[in-house]
């Protein structure tokens, strides 16, 4: 089983920072298209970023375009989510998430097949 293990969430203030990080393990890191899902207090879960291996393609949904940055480091088995000026909206575990995808063509926003156990992020106003 790969396991996903993400960090980085925490409380801040509306207009701050964090950056999530997510180590994989169990797998080949490069051949995975690897994302982001966020679950809010009341709410459904909600896409929030995917990137595939080689770092070609990466989608955001609408509300964090601008605001969020997807990246990941395949030497080191770590994907990222820079979150820049984070709104109470923002608010929710984040999951990361990973699907194997070797040809990078896979649907970014798909569900995906594995998923780390969720970091808290907090955003107070």
């Known amino acids: 089983q790969v396991r996903l293990v993400e960090s980085g969430g925490g409380l801040v203030q509306a207009g701050a920072s964090l950056r999530l990080s997510c180590v994989a393990s169990?797998?080949?890191?490069?051949?995975?298209?690897m994302g982001w899902f966020r679950q809010a207090p009341g709410k459904e879960r909600e896409f929030v970023a995917a990137?595939?291996?080689?770092?070609?393609?990466?989608d955001y949904v609408d509300s964090v375009k601008g605001r969020f940055t997807i990246s990941r480091e395949n030497a080191k088995n770590t994907l990222y989510l820079q979150m820049n000026m984070l709104k109470p909206e923002d608010t929710a575990v984040y999951y990361c998430?990973?699907?194997?995808?070797?040809?990078?063509?896979?649907?970014?926003?798909?569900?995906?097949?594995?998923w780390g156990q969720g970091t808290q992020v907090t955003v107070s106003s």
């Open positions: 169990e797998l080949t890191f490069r051949s995975y298209t």
């Open positions: 990137i595939t291996w080689s770092g070609r393609s990466t």
């Open positions: 998430v990973a699907d194997y995808d070797p040809y990078g063509t896979r649907p970014l926003r798909a569900t995906y097949d594995y």
